[in-house]
């Protein structure tokens, strides 16, 4: 399992996009989540759900994931998470 | 109980009657009802009606508490009229007022205040958008009964047929004579036709005019007669042009909207209608005007020439009209400077009263003859039923318009929507609200296929040869949620006190309610 070592921010407030926030937690408290989108009430659940999903996919813990969504398709915001975290990573 | 259009409705509105449910496009009036009339007034031989301030008209109208007060919508977001009058009625201490108008616009949130300190009690409207949408749709219970919304040939019926009573209309016009005789061609605030006032100004007990331009001499041709005004006053600016009517309007470059247009254009041309004589309302938003555009094009090109246009006129079709394309335009409602310039010269550019245009209690609205319509919507679900009113998240920002009338009363009812906008799919299982029920709409138009009304087999066979995309409407909607996912449903308040608006269908029935999402 992978980890970050500094806060990393990517992405646009900007319509059909997100703007991903993220930031590292101590050891063995895994992956917290806080989100905000324009269509949260029709896809709240899921939005938070492949979030997770993300995260755990490119084999990282121990993060808190912020997002402000403006109504990104899943291809968009996978992509801006998974920047996030590459960059939180970078030296 | 449900009603035919499967809408689930409360047995008891607050505040209001006992609404008979919908039950189908062409329902009859229950029993034969006279015209709505008004109270017998003399007017003295050299009495003047010109009076110094709207404090002085409101005074001499007798407005008092309770009473119903209506205003026109020509002067679309750059309307002062509502506010100036709004505020005089503040300042005598007025209160408990329903105001009865053709539609709002941003420019109304103000009302919020009055709707606070008690001045005003009850909305009757087509649209309502911005923050007072936004208010209403969260705050039900400010007002003493539900919003009603009407459509503008339904709100022209409600007048005719004396279910509502207009107290005092006040209505501004861009210019007027000392006796009363308005149009909406010329002044600084010109909007063109004055559709909607007419009828206001025939059937209110009493109508105060509100002017920017009053003119010694005599207006003529007259929208409003001096026999239908009461009182005169002049004021600085009853509204701001940039607001009122826009320069010609921009062909949209949204590329999108254009595949849309075209697609529309298509379907109208191998429809089965498009041939010389037919008759068209294209209406004045983005995607509607392109489809203009393209129409305008085939027409040219197949030497097509149309019978008349009816609108919601833009300045496109003031052009078309112009070369002879069509033979008349009817209009309710001018759109852009150069419409009204047409308006003003063209004789073959008529101005028509929103009972004339769609007036379904009328021995014959303008539209009953229509063949092809093009509309929008905010979403429209499998039943083909639209919605323009509510949006995803069940908020008021639409309006209801003609859009039920013209689908209605035309041969050929085309809605042209994106199929999903943002990420939420725009075909839905069940809209959020109906504003027009499915049984009038034949074609949807997206950008990723069209669906035919299943009860139109004849159109589905004639557009096999358009090239377009045929599929049904579960198809459509499926590959909006390959794309995106379908959404949950919002959740809706079941309280008979959260009902924030009611959809009074054209004939006076109840078609649906609006309630406040949780």
């Known amino acids: ?91 | 109980m449900k009603n035919k259009a499967g809408r689930e409705l409360p047995n008891h509105i607050y505040g209001l009657k006992a609404y008979r449910p919908y039950e189908g496009l062409f329902v009859n009036p229950p029993e034969p009802v006279p015209m709505a009339g008004r109270t017998l007034r003399v007017g003295r031989p050299s009495s003047n009606k010109v009076l110094p301030s709207l404090i002085e008209a409101v005074e001499a109208t007798g407005l008092r508490d309770g009473m119903t007060i209506s205003f026109h919508h020509h002067f679309r977001n750059g309307d002062y009229v509502n506010k100036l009058v709004m505020t005089a009625i503040a300042a005598k201490g007025i209160k408990d007022i329903t105001i009865a108008t053709s539609s709002l616009n941003d420019c109304h949130d103000f009302l919020i205040d009055y709707i606070e300190d008690g001045t005003i009690t009850a909305l009757e409207t087509s649209g309502l958008r911005g923050k007072l949408g936004a208010y209403l749709t969260k705050n039900p219970g400010k007002l003493k009964r539900p919003v009603i919304v009407r459509s503008h040939g339904g709100r022209a019926r409600a007048i005719e047929a004396g279910e509502v009573k207009i107290d005092v209309a006040f209505m501004g016009v861009p210019t007027c004579d000392r006796f009363g005789n308005a149009t909406g061609r010329l002044g600084k605030s010109a909007c063109g036709s004055l559709g909607y006032a007419m009828l206001d100004s025939r059937f209110a007990e009493q109508v105060v005019l509100v002017t920017d331009n009053l003119i010694d001499g005599y207006v003529f041709p007259y929208s409003i007669p001096q026999t239908d005004v009461n009182y005169i006053v002049a004021v600085e600016a009853i509204g701001d042009p940039e607001g009122i009517a826009s320069g010609i309007l921009k062909i949209t470059k949204n590329p999108i909207q254009l595949l849309l247009a075209e697609a529309a254009a298509k379907v109208i041309e191998h429809s089965g209608y498009f041939k010389n004589g037919y008759s068209i309302q294209m209406g004045g938003g983005g995607s509607a005007l392109a489809v203009g555009r393209f129409i305008r094009e085939k027409m040219l090109k197949q030497e097509i020439k149309g019978s008349f246009g009816v609108g919601g006129v833009t300045g496109l079709f003031a052009q078309m009209l112009e070369e002879g394309l069509f033979e008349i335009c009817y209009d309710t409602q001018t759109f852009d400077t150069t419409a009204i310039q047409s308006l003003r010269e063209n004789p073959r550019h008529v101005e028509i009263s929103s009972s004339f245009y769609a007036n379904p209690w009328s021995p014959g609205p303008i539209i009953n003859d229509l063949d092809v319509v093009i509309l929008g919507a905010t979403e429209v679900d499998l039943d083909f039923n639209v919605n323009v009113i509510t949006n995803s998240n069940g908020l008021l920002m639409g309006a209801s318009g003609g859009h039920s009338d013209i689908a209605a009363a035309s041969k050929l009812a085309i809605i042209v929507m994106p199929l999903i906008r943002g990420r939420l799919p725009m075909v839905r299982d069940r809209v959020q609200n109906i504003v027009t029920p499915g049984e009038s709409i034949d074609v949807v138009v997206t950008d990723r296929g069209i669906a035919v009304n299943p009860r139109r087999q004849d159109l589905i066979d004639n557009l096999r040869k358009s090239g377009l995309k045929i599929m049904t409407i579960e198809e459509l909607q499926e590959v909006a949620h390959k794309l995106v996912g379908k959404p949950q449903e919002i959740v809706l308040s079941e309280e008979d006190k959260d009902i924030v608006a009611i959809v009074e269908y054209r004939d006076g029935t109840l078609l649906d309610v609006i309630r406040k999402p949780l």
């Open chain 1, 1 to 91: 399992m992978k980890t970050i070592q500094k806060e990393a921010t990517v992405g646009f407030e900007e319509k059909n996009d997100a703007l991903v926030t993220v930031s590292p937690l101590t050891a063995g408290q895994g992956i917290t989540v806080e989100l905000v989108s324009s269509v949260k009430r029709q896809y709240g659940q899921h939005l938070e759900d492949l979030i997770v999903a993300t995260v755990n996919e490119v084999g990282y813990t121990d993060v808190h994931v912020k997002v402000i969504d403006k109504g990104a398709w899943d291809y968009a915001l996978k992509a801006r998470i998974v920047a996030a975290l590459y960059r939180g990573n970078a030296a």
